[in-house]
């Protein structure tokens, strides 16, 4: 997580991220990736737009410059 805050470049009004507790909220974790059709892993980032999941990526994968592609 804070290799991907020290990363991440966009402004606020850019893009709205969400940072979901696993441990805490097992319950929303099992429904965003039932509803998204994606599989579980964490730390995972998922871009959602109108609606639907666009992209997905976990671990060394997540790389915060590539959100500018989604917006």
Partial sequence: LRQFEASYSLKDDQLKLY?????????ISDEVGFTFQVLHQ???????KD??????ASHSA?????LENFI
């Fill in 19 to 27: 940072y979901l507790d696993l441990l805490s909220n097992r319950t």
């Fill in 42 to 48: 964490s730390p995972q980032l998922i871009v959602i």
């Fill in 51 to 56: 609606g639907v999941a666009v992209a997905h």
């Fill in 62 to 66: 997540i790389q915060a410059r590539e």
